[in-house]
């Protein structure tokens, strides 16, 4: 079925891997590309927008790998960016090549702003490249799609011509960029009803927005958008990307759930119509973010709305008094919806490999036995020292021991921290060198992880800076796992790693290690893995 003849429903094109990665410290490697193109794949998502081809090596191989892996016929499309420049195109067309369905994304600035201090092109230059690069794109792949960059600050008249060049040279989706979130929703609403009106092969294509969300507004002017006969949205998980992120694609799918009596009329559907708006398995969306923000060490606020850890949660006596006698009082949708489980079961240090097995596949993890003996030794351990695990434990504990792994890595053997009011904080730590060589070491710190983190960096020997340390309960109470996110600074970049425990300095060592793993990868295979954020300066 060709996306075209979906268009009574919004095509939801997924740029977690691409924009969200452009997220400062949410770099991934290919491996933890793939993963997530692997999970958006059940999500739903129509399109997944892998990589920036031409960027790097690493992204050239995710958007290849990603083409092949999850790129099957019954699978997403697969979108790789390229900007109006043919080197772009090609690099994109080759490593999209062994997807079903493929689709190049072609950019070019169109603002007076960016013409003039950036590509330094007059807009008949522009017009004339953005015509030539789509008809090249459209050499390799039928399926292309435009984006006017700045689109929002861009002079209406010049828009308007842009856009039709554009679609007579073949382009068969028109993305509107508010590149740098600054449109309001009624202004965004009006700027699609101006192009809808004076375009006037606007309706040959498929119009979407990339919303920004440097005011907070990404999603409010997607759903604007949609009003006005938008029907693709380029959205992320959990909403990062560029600065202050992307339309949270969560966000929009559950609004478009909630509230289907609202939407339907803009989609000529009667009010009541039960028909979904998108294609989402919203059953799948609390795993997809929660991969998304272990991957990319980018943690979720406690408000994020839908996917927070307070999302659902009651505080006030009289909501919960509400919640008691009828549920809809103070909740809009269930929390199921998004694939939380409905019986937040609590298992224990008692509990069989049964149970457990069968509660992680209620909550939507499907182990292989490896990975399955490997948490169940650790939910032992932790039940050991925690009375009652929660399923959000046993979500904690399954992430950090099915975390895809950075082979030949340094490993943590054994750590020993003393700390106390009369004492010097010393860690004494043990490593596993990538060589196999068993290294021990001992330093005083200002407090016990700074104790630690020194001594690891006098044993790995890889200079780095920690540039952020974050410690999460994963649920409330005293004997709670905490989860320890660290971002360590490289002049390559930023990596992150993460890791939970009872005992938080045990999880801060482990989460410092594994950033450094990936640093270490890193610096190893330079090519393997994208580092820096994607700049979009033209050069053609
Ligand atoms: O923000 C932006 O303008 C973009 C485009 C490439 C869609 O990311």
């Known amino acids: 079925m060709s996306i075209g003849s979906q268009a009574d429903r919004v095509i939801i094109f997924d740029t977690t891997l691409r924009d969200g990665e452009q997220s400062p410290g949410g770099t991934l490697n290919v491996e933890e590309k793939l993963a997530i193109a692997h999970q958006l794949a059940p999500l739903g998502v129509d399109i997944i927008e892998a990589g920036f081809a031409v960027a790097s090596p690493g992204d050239f191989a995710a958007v290849k790998i990603i083409a092949e892996q999850v790129g099957t016929p019954e699978g997403p499309i697969i979108c790789s960016l390229a900007r109006a420049i043919r080197q772009d195109i ?4 080759e490593a999209l090549k062994p997807a079903a369905r493929s689709r190049i994304h072609t950019m070019i600035s169109t603002s007076d702003i960016h013409l003039k201090y950036q590509l330094k092109k007059s807009q008949s230059e522009v017009l004339a490249i953005a015509a030539e690069m789509i008809a090249y794109a459209k050499s390799f792949v039928d399926d292309v799609e435009f984006s006017p960059m700045d689109a929002s600050r861009t002079e209406p008249e010049f828009l308007y011509q842009v856009l039709e060049t554009a679609i007579a040279a073949g382009a068969t989706t028109i993305n509107i960029p508010d590149t740098v979130g600054y449109c309001t929703p009624k202004e965004m609403g009006n700027l699609i009803q101006g ?36 029907r693709q949205v380029e959205c992320t998980i959990n909403g990062i990307g560029e600065r202050a992120g992307n ?12 509230r289907k009596p609202f939407f339907n009329p ?3 559907r009667p009010v009541e119509s039960d028909a979904p708006l998108t294609n989402i398995k919203t059953q799948e969306i609390y795993k997809t973010s929660s991969l998304v923000s272990q991957l990319t060490g ?10 927070g850890a307070n999302a659902f949660a009651h505080e006030s006596g009289i909501h919960q008094d509400g919640i008691i006698k009828h549920r809809q009082t103070y909740e809009i949708m269930e929390a199921t919806a998004i694939g939380l489980p409905e019986n937040r079961i609590v298992l224990g240090k008692h509990s069989g490999r049964n149970a457990f097995r069968t509660r992680l596949k209620e909550l939507g993890f499907e182990l292989n036995e490896t990975d399955l003996n490997k948490a169940f030794n650790r939910f032992k351990e932790v039940a050991d020292k925690k009375k009652e695990m929660s399923d959000w434990d046993l979500e904690a504990i399954v992430r950090d021991e099915t975390q895809i792994q950075i082979e030949s890595g340094f490993q943590l053997e054994h750590i020993q921290v003393i700390c106390g009011d009369c004492t010097c904080p010393t860690a004494t730590i043990t490593i596993v060198t990538p060589d196999g060589k068993i290294l021990t070491d001992a330093t005083v710190g200002t407090g016990p992880v700074d104790a630690v983190y020194q001594t690891i960096n006098r044993l790995a020997q890889i200079p780095n800076q920690l540039i952020e340390f974050s410690v999460q309960s994963v649920t409330g109470g005293i004997d709670a796992l905490g989860t320890v996110t660290v971002r360590i600074g490289h002049q390559e970049g930023i990596f992150s790693g993460q890791a939970s425990d009872t005992d938080i300095v045990v999880a801060a060592a482990y989460a410092y290690i594994n950033a450094l793993n990936r640093l270490y990868r890193y610096l190893q295979t330079p090519s393997q893995t994208p580092v820096s954020n994607t700049h979009f300066s033209q050069k053609a």
């Open 266 to 268: 803009y989609f000529g």
């Open 298 to 307: 980018m943690l979720i606020q406690p408000n994020k709305a839908i996917v």
């Open 247 to 258: 339309a949270a694609l969560e966000e929009i799918v559950m609004a478009l759930q909630v």
């Open 90 to 93: 090609q690099a994109a067309a």
């Open 195 to 230: 192009i809808r009106e004076h375009v006037p092969n606007i309706d040959q294509v498929i119009l979407s927005v990339h919303t920004q969300n440097d005011l907070g507004l990404a999603t409010a002017n997607a759903l604007a958008a949609i009003e006005y006969g938008v």
